[in-house]
């Protein structure tokens, strides 16, 4: 089942799970994944990349192929792309948040980095374009408000984030800044 012809592109198995495509109409490849973490979700939208889902390693399909774009599995949840947002659901198919997000960075020690909307934005822009960021956790509520112009994922509890004037400064996993701005 696992090397069966409906699927464009199935990923690697994390946790037992693995990403997989149906429909796509381009190679789904290491390139894919390169061009893809510097695009926008519009990426996603202006070529035909198939539904993504999720399977586990029986080869059945425990989240429904419907979705634009999936990242992969990790602590039982995935990051998912679907109309004009990103979002996160569980391996039951239950969402953590609807795609309310311009971007969704990677979880790390807990937490996940997102991108807003801004006020008024139909479209998307480019994702790197910089509205403020915050912090969600893995059930998807905001634990870090958006105050950030640009945010990197948590390491050893500590994660840097920076102003619109580039300046520089830490917080730890509450939101608390650890220094005076830089």
């Not at 792309?81 to 997000?101: A, C, E, H, Q, S």
């Not at 059930?139 to 390491?155: N, S, W």
């Amino acid at each position: 089942l696992l090397n069966d012809s409906k699927f464009s592109y199935i990923g690697s198995f994390n946790e037992n799970y693995a990403v997989c495509v149906t429909d796509s109409h381009v190679p789904i490849d290491e390139k894919f994944f390169r061009e893809a973490k510097k695009e926008t979700f519009l990426f996603f939208k202006r070529r035909n990349y198939g539904k993504w889902g999720i399977m586990n390693n029986l080869g059945e399909i425990v989240v429904p192929i419907r979705f634009d774009y999936m990242r992969p599995v990790k602590n039982g949840i995935a990051i998912y792309g679907k109309d004009r947002g990103y979002g996160v659901i569980n391996l039951k198919n239950k969402f953590r948040t609807p795609p309310r997000f311009k971007y969704l960075f990677s979880y790390s020690e807990g937490l996940c980095g997102f991108r807003e909307f801004e006020d008024g934005e139909l479209f998307y822009g480019n994702s790197y374009s910089y509205s403020n960021c915050g912090f969600i956790d893995e059930e998807g509520h905001i634990v870090i408000p958006a105050l950030y112009h640009r945010v990197t994922k948590f390491e050893k509890g500590v994660a840097a984030v920076y102003s619109k004037d580039n300046r520089s400064n830490h917080i730890n996993n509450q939101g608390d800044l650890l220094h005076e701005w830089e």
